[in-house]
């Protein structure tokens, strides 16, 4: 590891200096001997080989400039999380390729551009766009209501009318009791895991609209939310041991078993807060990872 190394840890415009969660990494890393530096992903001027290691953290308006973040990310050396894994991880189509692996993965349709959704006429349906962070476009919907079903057909139209592949889920109701467990890693070590409680019920967009405000608190895994994280990670295309940090998004299906919302590869809220030792874990994964 070189005498006093520099990182980026990669951020969007809105936010140039970070959230407040992430500004929780500086102390930690400072005490390790690391100097981390926010940088905007598409800012014009950066030298990304000035960087011993360019970590992705806080970019969340990729979504509407899709084609251009994975580029970007197949030009930054030294990137964690590796630039074929943004790649695969911010289409949400991998669940599909997750599920055909063996992964419990919540039943999900997938709408192309010119295709009819077959939405059917009875339980509540999430619709959303496959590239999306943060639950923005995204809404559910009771199919048992015929203004409703009219809504959601829009919103699928909406989504093809940009060009964009359209998927719809199952709202399960474990969302409104259990909530989501989240599941932290850090270089394959697991780190911590919180709960995350409905956020499809009208909460407002943060301040800079790149994400709807999450109702958090920490939780302990279930030893099968274990197994299922475990399985999931090790399904991921070239190995998990390539990856700095994965977030692994749990909910119990109608049998209580746990069932894969999403896999977080890309840019995750990490949930620093939440956990005393969780910032400087990470920095030990870092320093592992320059090491």
């Known amino acids: 590891m070189p005498s006093s190394p520099h990182i980026a840890l990669v951020t969007c415009a809105q936010i140039p200096g970070l959230d407040a969660d992430e500004r929780l990494l500086f102390e930690p890393l400072a005490a390790r001997g690391v100097t981390a530096t926010p940088v905007v992903w598409n800012a014009p001027t950066v030298d990304w080989d000035a960087f011993d290691l360019t ?21 930054v050396p030294r990137l964690a999380n590796p630039a074929a894994t943004i790649e695969w991880n911010t289409d949400k189509r991998y669940l599909a390729e997750l599920a055909a692996a063996g992964v419990t993965v919540i039943h999900t349709d997938w709408y192309a551009p010119g295709e009819v959704p077959r939405l059917g006429d009875e339980g509540m349906w999430v619709v959303k766009p496959t ?3 943060g639950s923005q476009d995204t809404e559910r919907y009771d199919l048992t209501s015929p203004q409703r079903r009219a809504l959601a057909g ?7 009318s940009a060009g964009k592949t359209a998927m719809a889920q199952p709202y399960l ?5 259990a909530g989501e467990t989240a599941m932290l890693y850090f270089r394959g070590e ?4 919180i709960r995350k409680g409905p956020m499809l019920n009208g909460n407002h967009l943060d ?3 790149l994400y709807v405000v999450e109702d958090i608190s920490p939780r302990v895994p279930s030893k099968a939310e274990f197994a299922a994280a475990e399985k999931t990670l090790a399904a991921v295309p070239g190995g998990a041991e390539s990856l700095l940090y994965a977030r692994v998004d749990l909910i119990p299906g109608e049998d209580g078993e746990p069932v894969l919302l999403e896999l977080e590869l890309t840019e995750p809220s990490l949930f620093f807060a939440h956990d ?4 400087g874990r990470f920095a030990d ?3 592992s990872l320059l090491g």
Do not use: C, I, K, Q
């Open 55 to 75: 970590v992705v953290r806080n970019p969340w308006d990729y979504t509407v400039h899709h084609e251009a973040f994975v580029a970007w990310a197949h030009r």
């Open 131 to 133: 590239v999306s962070a």
């Open 154 to 160: 829009a919103h699928v139209a909406r989504l093809h």
């Open 173 to 177: 109701s474990a969302v409104d009791s």
């Open 190 to 193: 697991f780190s911590h895991a």
């Open 207 to 209: 301040s800079t609209g």
């Open 276 to 279: 005393d030792g969780a910032a």
């Open 285 to 287: 994964a870092v320093v």
